[in-house]
């Protein structure tokens, strides 16, 4: 996958329940960045991360939440705070002057 | 924060024919430029960027250029191809604060080849 993974591929939440989406890159990229997608709404900046342990709120963070504990991983869980969840993340990582490289993507569903 | 603007939202051409996608910015700050192609499902690409310094770039049928006293920068596919077809987004990155750079992307523009 280009060197950064997404998993799992479809994610299934039943209503109330927190879910977390992973995110690994072995491209030793400093940035890490979440991103919603929904039809017609291009690409929705959740958080992003510059370095290990630090992570900042992207346009539409709430509801989400992040850590950065490895510098390879950069999960996000969906909280039952997050009323409309069902939507297609992608996660991305770069180095500091130079495009994103996305992973292929987690569809998330609420059932 | 920056705001990128991208027209058309969809658009159809003929096989064979060019495509023309525009996008504007509003960070005169900002200093590179990549377009991705998204294909149904699938990851966005990179397929080809322009940083500040430079008018033009090509590569093979696409190519972009940027004008920066106007803040805007297209996308030209030539000779298109139906595997052409895609969504395609542009985005602009601008300084966002604590040392850190970050892409503000457009909502993209949904391109059919139709044979």
């Known amino acids: 996958d280009g060197g950064i993974t997404q998993s799992p591929k479809y994610l299934f939440r039943k209503e109330g329940q927190n879910v977390t989406l992973s995110c690994e890159q072995n491209l030793n990229h400093d940035a890490m960045y979440w991103y919603r997608q929904d039809p017609g709404q291009g690409l929705r900046l959740i958080y992003y991360?510059?370095?290990?342990?630090?992570?900042q709120k992207g346009d539409i963070a709430e509801g989400y939440s992040v850590s950065r504990e490895k510098k390879e991983s950069f999960p996000l869980t969906v909280t039952s705070a997050q009323k409309n969840p069902t939507a297609f993340y992608l996660c991305?990582?770069?180095?500091?002057?130079?495009?994103?490289?996305f992973g292929s993507g987690t569809r998330l569903t609420v059932v | 924060g920056e705001n990128v603007e991208q027209h058309p939202s969809t658009l159809s051409v003929q096989e064979g024919d060019s495509a023309v996608i525009k996008c504007t910015y509003s960070?005169?700050?900002?200093?590179?430029f990549p377009w991705y192609k998204q294909e149904l499902g699938k990851r966005p690409q990179l397929i080809i960027d322009?940083?500040?310094?430079?008018g033009e770039k090509k590569d093979q049928r696409i190519a972009v250029t940027l004008n920066k006293t106007a803040k805007h920068f297209s996308l030209h596919i030539t000779e298109t191809q139906p595997e052409d077809s895609a969504v395609y987004f542009c985005?602009?990155?601008?300084?966002?604060?604590?040392?850190?750079?970050?892409?503000?992307f457009g909502k993209g523009t949904k391109l059919s080849v139709i044979p």
């Open positions: 960070d005169s700050a900002s200093n590179y």
């Open positions: 322009i940083r500040s310094n430079v």
């Open positions: 991360s510059q370095i290990v342990n630090d992570f």
């Open positions: 991305a990582s770069s180095r500091q002057h130079s495009g994103y490289t």
């Open positions: 985005a602009a990155r601008a300084y966002s604060g604590a040392g850190s750079y970050q892409l503000t």
